[in-house]
């Protein structure tokens, strides 16, 4: 029988083939990659079999869930990426322990988040989310695309924020290049003004190759690497 630790690494490096194939067709250096696992509904000893594989980068989206376990964690040398939809009342538990907040959306959630990491003594690393659904899907998170250049100017005013770049899951049901294709135009609009927010949080388990053909720097990576959810996370 397969352990869990053989089992993450052996998933571990199919992922990390993948990444290098689609590099090696899209003309981009691995190393320009950072791959953060997805660790939602899996335990806290799924997260301490990754750091022992050498993974740095871990990823939640629900605070109470993300919370407890990067609690249990605290020992380990990780950097926590909180990708979720977030509430306003959610951002001082998350400035405790996140590093970096992909999910921000709107004005007022800026706002709330420079307030809890003031609070926390914490500078946090945040992106703006882009929503990339035609029409708008009211039930997913992200901004407009003509909102996202604002919100950036936002949070690089805010003291206890660093602006990184931007972050965006690919619509259901559409093609990921296209979508990505949408998701660089706005990268290139918000790097007018902002050059160094250079992150581009995008591509998962099935779409990480367009997301690195499209110039992805981050990729969200659950499934492939943990194994498939028992319900949605
Ligand atoms: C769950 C999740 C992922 C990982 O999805 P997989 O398909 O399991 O790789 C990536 N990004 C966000 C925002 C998620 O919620």
Request: net charge neutral.
């Amino acid at each position: 029988m397969t352990s869990r630790r053989d089992e993450i690494l052996a998933n571990l490096d199919r992922v990390n083939r993948r990444i290098a194939d689609a590099c090696a067709g899209a003309g981009r250096d691995p190393a320009e990659l950072t791959l953060i696992v997805i660790t939602k509904t899996y335990p806290p000893s799924d997260i301490r079999l990754l750091s022992d594989l050498g993974v740095r980068n871990v990823g939640e989206n629900r605070d109470q869930e993300a919370a407890g376990k990067a609690a249990e964690c605290a020992d380990l040398t990780l950097t926590w990426h909180f990708v979720g939809q977030l509430q306003r009342n959610k951002a001082p538990s998350v400035a405790r322990y996140s590093d970096v907040v992909h999910s921000v959306d709107r004005p007022r959630l800026v706002a709330a988040l420079d307030r809890a990491a003031a609070r926390a003594g914490r500078r946090l690393g945040a992106l703006v989310q882009v929503d990339l659904a035609q029409p708008k899907d009211p039930a997913r998170g992200g901004a407009a695309p003509a909102d996202v250049t604002d919100l950036g100017a936002d949070i690089a005013a805010a003291d206890n924020l660093e602006l990184r770049g931007l972050m965006a899951v690919a619509p259901l049901g559409e093609d990921p290049a296209a979508a990505f294709a949408r998701l660089r135009e706005v990268q290139t609009q918000l790097r007018r003004r902002f050059p160094t927010a250079d992150w581009l949080s995008a591509g998962m388990s099935g779409d990480l190759e367009a997301a690195i053909a499209a110039g992805a720097t981050h990729l969200r990576v659950g499934s492939a690497v943990l194994g498939e959810r028992a319900h949605v996370g």
